[in-house]
Structure formats: structure tokens, C-alpha cells
């Protein structure tokens, strides 16, 4: 059984979102998601929308999705690999290179993003029409 594993914060789920999940979960026959906790936001300066218990519940219900688990910092990447027994580590490509140090333990893949729909751009729109 071939594993795979991304991560992100999945707020204000979208159509980029469940591209890059269908794609990731195409490359092998189980997927695993490491989805950023409030915390870990927090600490990157950045506050999700829905709660992580809610995030992950909205994962979980994804047939794509096999396993989430929590992404508390930066630096468990290796251990995530290691634990999970991951084959394939997948990220968007606007992330090339950045987890090129996983290659020791696993193949790195790097998808293309959806054009045009992002939850930045998503909250961007929602600020606009609402301030008028």
C-alpha cells in the first residue's frame, strides 16, 4: 500500500482545496492530511475561520481522506513521515522546494494550485463586499 501525506489549514474549504486533496490521494491508495492547529496558526501569525475540530471534521468527510492528523509545528515533518510509514509527500507548487529535505525519507511531489481560488483570496472578496 502506497501512503501519502500533506498538510495545510483547509479554512473556507474550496475547489483548490479538494483538487489538490483528490490529487494527492491519486498518487497512492491512502492519504493522510496534517492539518495545522489553531496554535500553530496563531504562531504563524495567521487565524482560520472554523475551529480545528471543525476543519477536521469537514476533512474527515472527504473520501479522499483517510487519516488526519494534527500539524502542531514545523519541524515534525520527519517524524510524520517516519510514523506514518509515508511513501509520497505532497504540497502545492507555490511550496517547490521547500520540503526538499524529505527526499532522504520519502518521494517529494510538488501539484500545481488551482488558478484563480485560494481562501486568501476568498477572505479578500468577503472583506471587499462587505465594506462596501
Keep these: ?5 500533506t498538510y495545510g489549514t483547509f479554512d ?5 482545496h479538494i483538487n489538490l486533496i483528490k490529487r ?3 498518487l497512492g491508495d491512502y ?3 496534517g ?3 489553531d496554535e500553530f496558526n496563531a504562531g504563524k501569525n495567521k487565524e482560520a475561520y472554523h475551529s480545528y475540530e471543525n476543519r ?3 476533512l474527515e468527510s472527504i473520501k479522499y481522506v483517510d487519516k488526519v492528523i494534527p500539524e502542531t509545528n514545523w519541524e515534525q ?4 513521515v517516519i510514523e506514518n510509514d509515508i511513501d509520497i509527500f505532497v504540497m502545492g507548487d507555490d511550496w517547490k522546494g521547500k520540503f526538499d529535505f524529505l527526499k532522504d525519507y520519502c518521494e517529494v511531489v510538488y501539484l500545481p494550485r488551482t ?5 486568501t483570496k476568498i477572505k479578500s472578496d468577503l472583506h471587499r463586499v462587505n465594506n462596501g
Aim: charged share 25%; hydrophobic share 50%; net charge positive.
Design 1 to 5: 500500500m502506497k501512503k501519502v501525506l
Design 12 to 16: 473556507l474549504l474550496h475547489v483548490g
Design 24 to 26: 494527492a490521494k491519486d
Design 31 to 33: 492519504l493522510v492530511v
Design 35 to 37: 492539518l495545522s492547529t
Design 56 to 58: 477536521k471534521y469537514i
Design 77 to 80: 515533518k520527519i517524524s510524520d
Design 115 to 119: 488558478i484563480g481560488i485560494s481562501t
